[in-house]
């Protein structure tokens, strides 16, 4: 349950404001911890609306874990229907937070719209040690003319096992 900080109002967490009073969502540390134990009891429970209703709220309060776990809920669609576009907002926050899979995903999804933003995300994802950008990043690299660093990102990419990669 979130509770209005203005009017005490509860209800699940929806990023709203709140239906009483209209007051924007604060979120503390109290709120994130109560979030917590519900989200373990909603599991257990397989209650799906705590679950994104939670999940939700904890992807909110800034952190990057949690906002990459949110964005997979929206990509996958699961609990709710797809939301690709918000999934890329939450994608973007972890990433700008250093989050190496957020990085990743964000990159591929914003190929859609911007192939510049998505080969900076790609190379970006790579240093921060994503296994999946690696043999995308050295093939920019190698496009780039940077052949060194192209090779180290094709031989991390084999050493992950990555069949491409090995053969290269």
């Not at 776990?69 to 937070?97: T, V």
């Amino acid at each position: 349950m979130f509770k209005c900080k203005q009017c005490g109002y509860e209800g699940d967490y929806t990023a709203e404001p709140c239906a009483n009073c209209g007051a924007e969502p604060v979120i503390d540390e109290q709120d994130v911890a109560i979030t917590k134990r519900e989200l373990e009891k909603a599991l257990a429970d397989r209650n799906i609306g705590k679950i994104f209703a939670s999940r939700h709220l904890l992807a909110d309060s800034g952190n990057a874990i949690a906002q990459r776990e949110f964005a997979k809920l929206l990509e996958r669609g699961e609990y709710q229907l797809r939301d690709i576009d918000a999934a890329m907002e939450y994608y973007r926050l972890a990433a700008r937070q250093n989050e190496p899979y957020s990085a990743y995903r964000y990159a591929k999804l914003v190929d859609r719209t911007s192939e510049v933003a998505s080969n900076f995300w790609l190379k970006y994802a790579a240093v921060l040690g994503s296994i999946n950008s690696y043999p995308d990043a050295s093939a920019l690299f190698s496009l780039e003319g940077r052949e060194d660093v192209a090779a180290y990102y094709c031989s991390l990419a084999a050493e992950c096992d990555d069949t491409d990669s090995i053969t290269e």
